[in-house]
């Protein structure tokens, strides 16, 4: 019994040293794969990432538009408040897969938003500008 435990013993080393820059390769390649699977997944995030915070850049300088068209021009077609309420949802969205304090600055924005989409007040008197 001994013997043969001995003789196993033997032939798995044996295998081992025959088969060894296999197994290294093996080795090798699953550890590749791992790396080249991590590195996929932090360029495919950082792609998002970068992708979201344009469009949010994007679409607050088309808000921006809308609210200068509303509160300046007093034009009711190209500064109407739905369309402001869609930049202002895409905005909150899109932050979301953004790192902070772009969540909670969208949120703010939502909010404010929220409260004050109807009034376009009129914008304030200026000192260049006669008034009557």
Do not use: C
């Not at 369309?83 to 909150?92: D, E, P, Q």
Request: glycine share 6%; proline share 7%; charged share 20%.
């Amino acid at each position: 019994m001994q013997k043969a435990g001995l003789a196993m013993a033997q032939t798995i080393r044996q295998q081992l040293q025959a088969n060894a820059v296999a197994l290294i390769s093996l080795v090798v390649a699953l550890g590749s794969l791992g790396y080249n699977t991590w590195r996929n997944e932090l360029t495919e995030e950082s792609r998002s990432v970068r992708l979201a915070a344009f469009e949010v850049l994007k679409n607050q300088g088309e808000l921006q538009v809308i609210v200068n068209f509303a509160f300046f021009a007093k034009n009711d077609q190209l500064g109407h408040p739905m369309a402001g309420w869609g930049r202002v949802a895409l905005i909150s969205d899109l932050s979301m897969v953004l790192p902070e304090p772009a969540p909670e600055r969208a949120e703010k924005l939502r909010q404010v938003w929220q409260a004050d989409w109807q009034q376009t007040p009129d914008p304030p008197p200026s000192r260049d500008r006669p008034t009557g």
